[in-house]
């Protein structure tokens, strides 16, 4: 190598090789950078596309330079800035030259460099992409068998499991489902829904997308695409559907006992309403009654079953779900304020669907508003109670005494039956008030109350009119049952009521007007009331402590 330019060759210092020479139009000739070193390894001489190069070596920063110069011919790549901005790549060789110089040339690799790195980048990103927005991808040879799974496998398995396998052997098809699963695709599809079979023989749902592989002439060689498990996303929207419907349903329910006026007629709208919703073949609403520990039937819709082995159940568990006698039972308790109230059974034949765990929910949805529905009745029940019964003895306050008398004088119209209505006025109550006081005046009609229903039937009716009046209705009763009914109670009234009496001479007794409908009678419920009255002041008139039969209507008797 002669810096000088003319061009020689002879032995060099390196082991006796020939050293290389090159005349500096050589240099200049060269097309990538080529500088030349002395001995020292300082710069000689180098073409115009070594500055860069020239610049590294004499700053020190070209890091292969000692490796280069020991071993000749052993090439390197080493990125150095450019004067003008950027970085250039080289790939570096050194070369013995004459008198101990060497020559080091360089080969522009940048281009070479950024294109293959673009690619790793371009093959990592689109590998990145594919696994992100993808669980698994996939590729179905000419025989319909899996060619190719990504690495980490799909729906449990590993990718060797599946290489291999048709997809026919994994997808669910519904029933009467045909046609080509997404993985046999003859066109590109797009998010197409599948559902799978997992290892753990769980289904998973995917979808898919796909492009169809073809041959030089058209031919079909196959399919390959991606897949997303959209399970959860699925199940949410099943969810979340069931809630809605459960939702829909249990407004219907709650509305159809709101529109109901009569608070009677609230649970057996309810019960045809539960039965519907849930198709139930019957539906049955129990109460607890007030003051009460034992469940009463309040409204059926249906056909339904032996309840009692249901109802028995509750004094363990608030829940009864299972098969009794032919039927699929699913029942639960009914609460207010975390006390239970009532219940509601439904019953499904057996040839009919089990019940779902969205039955189960919304019949503890209906539960809890047949437990509001039953308070407002019973609420209701207790203030018509109290608007038609006295509040000392609990018996019909007049206003309900007269409302239900005229009710069944109506249909003894139809029925032709006769009754008897009983005037009862106490003799000499004032002087109980006056000389032992009101206490013992209450305590003087409450016995009088116990003497009354006593000696009355349960479909009798009994009533305090006011202060010391009262009445009774007898049901079907004619003029031989008031009879006795009357001599038996003065002789109650004069054994059990002359203790409250104010003094001997003022015993209190019971003074009774009596008038008997007959039950072919034209009377009119005015008419009889005036009858029963007007015998019961002609009694207090004549010495009280005794009865009086009312002539009969028509009679002409004063």
Known sequence: MDPTGDRQRGRTAFGGRPGVTLAQDGLAAFPGPAVVLDRDGQVLTGNGRSEALAAAIAQGRLTCLADLLARPGATAVESLPMPSGGTTILDLVALPGENGCRLVVGRDVTLERNLRAALVESRQRYKDLVEISSDFAW???????????????????????????????????????????????????????????????TQVCLLASATPIRGERGEWKGA??????????????????????????????????????DPADMLKTAAEATARALGASGCQIFRILPDASDFELAALSGAAGDEGAVLDSFLGS?????????????ATVCRYRHSINGAVVLWRGQDRAPWSDDDRLLIDDVANQVGLAAEQIANHERVVRLS??????????????????????TRLAREGKPATLIY??????????????????????????????????????????????????????GESIAVQRCEALLAAGKADLECYSGSPDKPLHFSLGVAVHGGGSSETIEELIARADKAMY??????????RMAPPVGSGEA
């Not at 991606?226 to 249990?250: F, G, I, K, P, W």
Request: negative net charge.
């Open 318 to 330: 608030d829940h009864f779900d299972g098969d009794l006698e032919g039927w699929r039972v699913l």
């Open 424 to 477: 009862v006025d106490l003799d000499n109550f004032k002087a109980v008030n006056d000389v032992h006081g009101h206490q013992m005046g209450d305590q003087a009609l409450l016995a009088v109350r116990e003497l009354l229903l006593h000696h009355t039937r349960p479909i009798d009716l009994v009533a305090r009119l006011g202060g010391d009046e009262f009445a009774i209705w007898l049901e079907s009763a």
């Open 388 to 409: 038609r019964t006295d509040g000392l003895t609990g018996l019909f306050n007049r206003r309900a005494f007269f409302d239900e008398i005229s009710r069944r004088f």
């Open 139 to 201: 590729e179905i040879g000419p025989d319909g068998r899996f060619v190719f799974v990504s690495p980490k496998g799909a729906m449990g398995f590993a990718a060797e499991e599946l290489v291999g396998r048709k997809p026919t052997d994994f997808v669910l098809f519904e029933d009467g489902q045909h046609g080509p699963s997404p993985f046999e695709t003859n066109m590109e599809i797009e998010d197409v829904e599948v559902w799978m079979r997992q290892s753990d023989a």
């Open 538 to 547: 002609e009694v207090k008139r004549s010495g009280k402590g005794a009865w």
């Open 224 to 261: 390959r695409g991606v897949c997303r498990d959209v399970t959860q996303e699925r199940l949410r929207d099943a969810a979340l559907s069931r809630a809605n419907n459960r939702e829909r349903l249990l407004g219907y329910i709650v509305r159809t006992i709101r529109d109901e006026v």
